[in-house]
């Protein structure tokens, strides 16, 4: 089983970007997803929380301005990120607890994308 994150890049303080994490593999079933971040010289941090039912939770350093979704059938989360401020500039990992069988679940990360946001 792979995360595997993309959709980072360089946006200006305002603009928007989309991150995207695709879990493949020998999966039974996606649990909860989650997008943490890491600036220079900081701690990881959990950014977004996704339920498999699609219920959201949100740092309130990017309540408002970030969204998460997901398709279940894709194995798929994304990051929708508007309105990026210059401290939003990180890493940012995805995370998820897979099930490879009906019994066992795991939790995986994602390699990381780099979202740069410039002032």
């Known amino acids: 089983v792979q995360l595997q994150a993309s959709g980072g890049g360089l946006a200006q303080a305002g603009g928007s970007l989309r991150v995207s994490c695709v879990a493949s593999g020998s999966i039974f079933s996606v649990q909860t997803m989650r997008w943490y971040r890491q600036a220079p010289g900081k701690e990881r941090e959990l950014v977004a929380t996704i339920a498999r039912d699609g219920r959201t939770g949100y740092a309130d350093s990017v309540k408002g301005r970030f969204t998460a979704s997901r398709d279940n059938d894709k194995n798929t989360m994304y990051l929708q990120m508007n309105g990026l401020k210059p401290e939003d500039t990180a890493v940012y990992y995805c995370?998820?607890?897979?099930?490879?069988?009906?019994?066992?679940?795991?939790?995986?990360w994602g390699q990381g994308t780099l979202v740069t946001v410039s002032s």
């Open positions: 995370q998820a607890e897979i099930r490879v069988s009906p019994n066992y679940e795991f939790e995986y």
